[in-house]
C-alpha cells in the first residue's frame, strides 16, 4: 500500500468521515479557507490512480468513495514505523509512546485496560 500526501490524507480523513461524497460534500468539509476546487480534483485524481479511492458517475456528478479503510491505512504505517523506528519491537515503540507523549495518569490507565483487555483474549 502507497503512503499518501498529507494533503491527500486531509481529504481522505474527509472521505472516511462521509463514507461517500460528491466533490460540494468535499469542499463544505474542509474549514475556511476552502481549497479550490481543482485542488481537490487533482488529490483525488492522485488518489484514484493509487487506488486509494473510487467513484461512481451520476450525469456529469462523481461521487467518492474510499476503497481503503482508515485502520487498514493507519494500522499498516504504523506497523511500519514500529519496523523502521523501533526495531520492530511493539515494547520499545510502547515505552517511547508513553514517555514522550505526555499522557495523562487517566490516559495512561485507560491503555492499561485496553493492554489487559488484549492479554485476556490472547490467553483464551
Known sequence: MQQLTNAEELVMEHLWQLEKAFMKDLLE???EPKPKTTTIATLLKRM??????AYKEFGNSR?????VKKTDYFSKHVNGLISSFFNNSASQFASFFTKETNLSSAE????????DGEILKKKK
Open 29 to 31: 468539509a474542509f474549514p
Open 48 to 53: 484514484i490512480d493509487k487506488d486509494f479511492v
Open 63 to 67: 461521487e467518492y468513495y474510499p476503497l
Open 108 to 115: 495512561l490507565e485507560d491503555l492499561r485496560k485496553i493492554i
